[in-house]
């Protein structure tokens, strides 16, 4: 890759990590929980994912799926059933219960880094611990 093209690819690269989303959110409510210090696996778990999907990215796996319909077409419609998918989780499952800080405070650091990972990733997970 000639060096203006990855200057460019890391300029977005920056762009995109610094426009609020999902990991914003979730270290928001993990550092208003949690407090701070627990909120840094939160965001240690969310920069590992982002790091793995632009990693993905620089190997080609856009240009794959932009050479092949039909990976782009099955990967479409993955990504339709698996929000479908939440959907049906999401009406299913009972309504939440708000818990004191004492709950949340109990939680290990690992658990708030899976959390921040998969979030990154597009990954859902249960509202439980």
Known sequence: MAIHT????LLAVIGL???PG????????H??????RKTLFTIGG??????????LSTLGIGTLLQTSAHALTA???????????????????????LEGAAAHSARRGHHLFRRGLFISLGLALPLTR
């Not at 999902?22 to 409510?29: F, H, Q």
């Not at 969310?46 to 990693?55: D, E, Q």
């Not at 049906?88 to 939440?96: H, N, S």
Request: hydrophobic fraction near 55%.
């Open 22 to 29: 999902p990991n914003s959110l979730l270290a928001l409510t």
């Open 17 to 19: 990590s610094l426009t």
């Open 31 to 36: 550092g208003a929980l949690d407090g701070h």
């Open 75 to 97: 990967l479409k419609l993955l990504g339709g059933l698996y929000l479908v998918w939440l959907g049906i989780q999401l009406w299913r499952a009972p309504p939440l219960r």
């Open 46 to 55: 969310g920069t590992l994912g982002f790091v793995a999907l632009i990693a």
């Open 6 to 9: 990855w200057l460019i690819y």
